[in-house]
């Protein structure tokens, strides 16, 4: 079974930094796009960055000149390095992957969550 693992998450003062990451495990074939996706208290669950199997990426607005996400093939995994953390970035951040998994087709897999706190 396909399971999508996160860390990294905690609390971190306005102005700081945190790096979270992502392993896809199981019998994964092939990965075609990763991300973060976000939830506030009281919001809706929103795009935060994506990148493609090309390396191709897509930001949000909001953090774009701030986060950085990558990947690495080779381990089935994401990061989202997140620089100049502000308490609107406060959040459960999600781990997202479409891919292909042996014998399952492709589909969307999501993590279980890590949460994110910006505060003095």
């Known amino acids: 079974q396909v399971q999508l693992v996160e860390s990294g998450g905690g609390l971190v003062q306005p102005g700081g930094s945190l790096r979270l990451s992502c392993v896809a495990s199981?019998?994964?074939?092939?990965?075609?796009?990763m991300g973060w996706y976000r939830q506030a208290p009281g919001k809706e669950r929103e795009l935060v960055a994506r990148i493609f199997r090309n390396d191709g990426t897509n930001y949000a607005d909001s953090v774009r000149g701030r986060f950085t996400i990558s990947r690495d093939n080779a381990k089935n995994s994401v990061s989202l390095q997140m620089n100049s953390l502000k308490p609107e970035d406060t959040a459960v951040y999600y781990c997202?992957?479409?891919?292909?998994?042996?014998?399952?087709?492709?589909?969307?897999?999501w993590g279980k969550g890590t949460l994110v706190t910006v505060s003095l």
């Open positions: 997202n992957a479409d891919l292909e998994a042996a014998a399952m087709g492709r589909t969307d897999y």
């Open positions: 199981g019998p994964v074939f092939r990965i075609y796009v």
